[in-house]
């Protein structure tokens, strides 16, 4: 069973930055097709960045140049590195895989 726990959100100033963690249990995340997703209330949740089982990392043209994605194998976690972040970056983010999902973490970016 494919499990997925989000972590590291929180509050911070424009410009500041975040790393979230998503820790992973039943696939490993080096075989599997990662991303990050994030959502707002009353929008549906949106692609932010992945990255391949062979490595390759895309991001959404919003947080291009200054989110990272990354991946732990041997912690089996993947990492979402968030840099000067925005207002507009406050939103629920989520991991996922295999269309499963996390519960989620929160991110508020005050300016």
């Known amino acids: 069973q494919v499990q997925l726990v989000e972590s590291g959100g929180g509050l911070v100033q424009a410009g500041g930055s975040l790393m979230l963690s998503c820790t992973v249990s039943g696939i490993l995340v080096s075989l599997n097709d990662m991303g990050w997703y994030r959502q707002v209330p009353g929008k549906p949740r949106g692609w932010v960045a992945g990255?391949?089982?062979?490595?390759?990392?895309v991001y959404a043209d919003s947080v291009k140049g200054r989110f990272t994605i990354s991946i732990d194998n041997a912690k089996n976690t993947v990492y979402l590195q968030m840099n000067s972040l925005k207002p507009e970056d406050t939103a629920v983010y989520y991991c996922?895989?295999?269309?499963?999902w996390g519960q989620g973490t929160q991110v508020t970016v005050t300016s």
């Open positions: 996922g895989a295999r269309n499963r």
């Open positions: 990255i391949s089982s062979g490595g390759r990392t």
